[in-house]
């Protein structure tokens, strides 16, 4: 069975960066799109950001273009989030997710996998 397991999170403050890790047990990851989402206090969750199996094609939420970059290691099982200039709007927990064919890569619907996220906190 498939487990995801996040880390890396945190209270920073804003401009500060933080870089987040989701680890697979079970299953190797070199067939998987992986994906990052986070949901804020009394929001819905949202997309941020996902790269495809072998970490050539990457896609971003337009809110975090240009700040976070993903990338991914498929020998350890790998993949990451790394935020630069954090904002408060950016407090959320963040979670990993990853599936062989999730469509649209900014659809939550089409993961099959979640981990069970890391509260990331940005002090203004």
């Known amino acids: 069975q498939v487990q995801l397991a996040e880390s890396g999170g945190g209270v920073v403050q804003a401009g500060d960066a933080l870089r987040l890790s989701c680890v697979a047990s079970?299953?190797?990851?070199?067939?998987?799109?992986m994906a990052w989402f986070r949901q804020a206090p009394g929001k819905e969750r949202e997309y941020v950001a996902a790269i495809d199996w072998n970490g050539v094609i990457t896609e971003y939420a337009v809110s975090v273009q240009g700040r976070f970059t993903i990338s991914r290691e498929n020998a350890r099982k790998a993949v990451s989030l790394q935020m630069n200039n954090l904002k408060p709007g950016d407090t959320a927990v963040y979670y990993c997710a990853m599936d062989r064919a999730p469509g649209s890569w900014r659809d939550q619907r089409g993961y099959a996998y979640w981990g069970r996220g890391t509260q990331v906190t940005v002090s203004s």
């Open positions: 079970g299953e190797a990851l070199s067939t998987y799109i």
